[in-house]
């Protein structure tokens, strides 16, 4: 049963980015027309307007959010080759990685120093087989890694105990799930594409469970409202392939001692109420460009048309600024919106909407990445935002030869930077590189 939903907080009108805007009443707006507003504030949500008073920015510098810059050489050991990341989670003692290949932890201290292992893989007792999220508990100085089910380690990788009860099949019905810890309280979120069909009125997206991760408060995409039986009709069908229909990670920041987090295809930023269990909206996106038909554009095999309509698919909070990151077409669109004065601030990138054959399909799998990039003015060359952790730390992982992951030694030199000696360094470290090398981690602490 869901005990809780977001409801009316969306008008759902396709073809159309509408702000959702709402505390105790909604605004009412024509449906099939753009809603015009200029106003940085609409009872009491702060309006992020992407289509009135933009400048165009040909650089926005990593320093405007970042209070400190560091790179830590990753030690290569026998245990601790890391080629292929998963996941990297930092804290203010460890690094933690998650190892795609093996489907190993890895615990680094904060200078680059090895550590130790955490867990073992196999089928005995406190072993794992796969591995899919990990998360850290400073407090309580524990690592829970989430597969099948949700294993609880120390520090040091010992294993303490198993989450009684936890059934990742019987909690979730969608293929794409996320796990989150936070002020103690744990929570789950997941998103289309559907792998089995459910209740009409069970296909939550966000939800708070307890420490036994039993389903406590269950919150819905608003955008979902009204589409429900379109998308339990389109999940995905295990026993063959099916053109299912797909959407973006929930996105889920907890910068400042806050969790925040905006739904895939809304136009809202929500903020987690700890002490009310409730959500409200923080901040309200508005534009006047087009959303795209919502079948179109959430089919796994899209046709290229599908990625002509504008979208936001991620948000990054900061100090003094949120930063929106999306596309159209094949442009990356990055947007800077000043909390002070309600400015926004935009750069495009030539992004490349890729394409791969897949068997049995006419048209290919086609997919446009839409990375988090900034101009890194603190140590030259660009920093590339691949994780985010402890709500105050970015990370960029450069991995030796990758072509996806690596870095442009020669454009760093090239760059002015306001720390030349950290600069040098880490062109050094760079260009001291080789084939048993461990990825080199850039960390960024937030303002």
């Known amino acids: 049963e869901i005990s809780a939903c977001l409801v009316g907080s969306e008008m759902c009108i396709r073809d159309r980015y509408i702000p959702l805007l709402?505390?105790?009443?909604?605004?009412?707006?024509?449906?099939?027309?753009?809603?015009?507003?200029?106003?940085?504030?609409?009872?009491?949500?702060?309006?992020?307007?992407?289509?009135?008073?933009?400048?165009?920015?040909?650089?926005?510098?990593?320093?405007?959010?970042?209070?400190?810059?560091?790179?830590?050489?990753?030690?290569?050991?026998?245990e601790a080759l890391t080629a292929g990341i998963h996941l990297v989670q930092v804290t203010d003692h460890d690094i933690w990685i998650a190892h795609y290949k093996d489907n190993r932890i890895l615990r680094f201290s904060r200078s680059g120093k090895f550590l130790n292992m955490v867990g073992n893989i196999g089928q005995g007792p406190g072993e794992y087989v796969t591995l899919g999220e990990f998360l850290i508990d400073e407090n309580h100085k524990e690592v829970y890694i989430v597969g099948g089910g949700i294993l609880v380690y120390d520090f040091e990788g010992n294993f303490k105990r198993n989450v009684i009860g936890y059934n990742h099949y019987n909690k979730f019905a969608?293929?794409?799930?996320?796990?989150?810890?936070?002020?103690?309280?744990?929570?789950?979120?997941?998103?289309?594409?559907?792998?089995?069909?459910?209740?009409?009125d069970s296909l939550w997206s966000f939800a708070l469970v307890d420490s036994c991760f039993h389903l406590k408060k269950m919150f819905k995409n608003p955008v979902h409202k009204g589409r429900e039986e379109g998308i339990i009709k389109n999940c995905a069908q295990m026993n063959y392939f099916a053109n299912y229909w797909k959407e973006d990670l929930t996105n889920i920041d907890t910068y400042g001692s806050q969790l925040t987090l905006k739904y895939p295809d809304t136009d809202t930023i929500y903020r987690y109420d700890v002490t009310h269990e409730s959500l409200s909206p923080q901040y309200s996106i508005f534009t006047k460009e087009e959303k795209g038909d919502y079948e179109q554009t959430h089919l796994w095999f899209r046709e290229r048309k599908a990625f002509d309509y504008f979208s936001i698919s991620s948000y990054y909070p900061s100090k003094d600024y949120v930063y929106l990151v999306g596309s159209k077409g094949d442009k990356v669109l990055t947007y800077c919106y000043n909390k002070q004065d309600g400015t926004v601030r935009e750069q495009k990138r030539q992004g490349k909407i890729k394409e791969r054959q897949v068997p049995w399909f006419n048209i290919p799998l086609r997919r446009i990445e839409r990375p988090f990039v900034l101009d890194n003015d603190l140590l030259g060359g660009e920093f590339t935002v691949d994780y985010r952790s402890a709500g105050k730390y970015w990370i960029d992982v450069l991995e030796p030869f990758s072509e996806d992951n690596w870095i442009d030694i020669g454009r760093i030199k090239a760059t002015k930077a306001k720390d030349e000696a950290k600069k040098k360094e880490l062109v050094e470290a760079l260009e001291n590189v080789g084939e048993e090398s461990n990825p080199i981690v850039l960390i960024v602490t937030l303002k």
Do not use: M, W
Request: hydrophobic residues 40%; contains cysteine; glycine residues 2%.
């Open 174 to 200: 969608a293929a794409y799930t996320q796990h989150v810890l936070f002020e103690n309280n744990f929570f789950i979120a997941q998103n289309i594409a559907l792998y089995r069909p459910v209740p009409k």
């Open 22 to 78: 709402l505390i105790c009443a909604l605004i009412s707006c024509t449906p099939g027309k753009k809603q015009q507003t200029s106003t940085t504030e609409t009872n009491g949500v702060a309006v992020i307007n992407l289509s009135e008073n933009i400048s165009d920015a040909s650089s926005l510098p990593l320093s405007d959010a970042v209070a400190k810059v560091e790179f830590v050489c990753l030690e290569a050991t026998n």
